[in-house]
């Protein structure tokens, strides 16, 4: 067998070149299945979820204490080595650049189950030289371990300096496949005065304007309606633009009221609509509503390819049910169709 030198792995990475716009691989990734390696009875049921699900995460990160961090680390190198995960990807959230045990993640995972590793999950990036950081550090393992197939990198967006400086980060390295959205310490780091991990709030809120008494003045006692606004429409839509620009993948984060799938699945329809392409799932449930939510729904397909065969060489406009539609509805539509072939494959 030859054998490759290290310079055949290196790529010519220019620190601070954007990445060429490129097709990353697109594998549905509609739920993000987190799980802690270090919990036994946990990981005892990650073989039985292989093909329900489209990523398997093993978290190093946030929600394994400081005590279990090398278990988690050693639990996934045990899973992914005995695991054949077949059509499901596998992912890894390492701890963050800033934490005493970044530098283990990497070191253990790469050489030892680097080739069954499709993303890694970088939090709290705040800039282009996190993502410099691990490029490099991926690129001299892989060369090390042999691996052909870079593992590509998926960076959370959970400080404000990382929302300032999304564009830049989407573009860091030809690694990039995508971002997902961190509620929780982003609304921590931007001062937001929540308590929760994703969602709503009851309190960010429009009213009804108030009807005017006779005197002229707002009536205080009338009944309004009152609308929830969503708090995180903002950073998605900043995040979603990004990843457009850089032909990369926008998701959604995670979810914590489990018991509210209602307001789970409204929270995931949104980004699904605003471009996202999936979502984390902290529990099972999660990952029923991600695949139903992420995925077209039949009308929408049925619809979407009523216009792509009526819009004919695509240029024009035709009207469909009292509605003009033309070469931009056209692409609309063809994004549903794209997907829904996508998925179907
Ligand atoms: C996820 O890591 C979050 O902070 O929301
Ligand atoms: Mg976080």
Request: aromatic share 6%; with cysteine; charged share 25%.
């Amino acid at each position: 067998m030859s054998h490759k030198s290290a310079k055949d792995f290196f790529r010519p990475l220019a620190v601070g070149a954007p990445a060429p716009l490129r097709e990353i691989p697109a594998r549905p990734s509609r739920a993000i299945h987190f799980f802690d390696p270090s919990n036994e009875k946990m990981a005892a049921k990650i073989p039985d979820m292989v093909g329900t699900v489209d990523v398997l995460l093993g978290n190093l990160e946030d929600a394994v204490k400081a005590d279990n961090k090398v278990a988690a680390r050693e639990g996934l190198v045990r899973i992914a080595q005995a695991t054949d995960f077949g059509p499901t990807q596998l992912w890894t959230r390492i701890n963050s650049l800033d934490s005493p045990w970044v530098l283990d993640d990497l070191t253990t995972l790469v050489p030892a189950i680097g080739e069954k590793l499709d993303v890694i999950m970088v939090p709290k990036v705040q800039e282009p030289a996190d993502i410099h950081y691990v490029d490099r550090i991926l690129a001299q393992l892989e060369a090390k371990a042999g691996i052909t197939k870079p593992i590509l990198i998926h960076a959370i967006l959970e400080t404000a300096r990382g929302v300032a400086n999304v564009e830049e980060i989407c573009g860091a390295s030809p690694r990039m496949q995508g971002l997902s959205l961190g509620p929780a310490d982003l609304a921590a780091d931007r001062k937001m005065k929540t308590t929760r991990v994703g969602g709503g709030h009851p309190g960010y809120l429009v009213r009804e304007d108030a009807p005017r008494g006779e005197d002229g003045l707002p009536d205080l006692d009338a009944k309004r309606a009152i609308f929830q606004q969503d708090l995180w429409h903002y950073t998605i839509a900043k995040m979603v633009d990004a990843c457009a620009t850089h032909g990369i993948y926008p998701y959604y984060g995670p979810f914590g009221d489990i018991k509210d799938t209602v307001a789970c699945e409204d929270q995931f329809r949104n980004a699904f609509l605003l471009g996202c392409v999936g979502t984390w799932s902290l529990h099972p449930v999660q990952i029923k509503i991600a695949n139903r939510v992420f995925s077209p729904s039949v009308e929408d397909i049925a619809h979407a390819r009523r216009v792509v065969a009526a819009m004919g060489d695509g240029t024009g406009a035709v009207m469909i049910d009292g509605k003009m539609e033309d070469d931009a509805s056209l692409k609309q539509c063809l994004v549903l169709v794209e997907l829904a072939e996508k998925l179907a494959e």
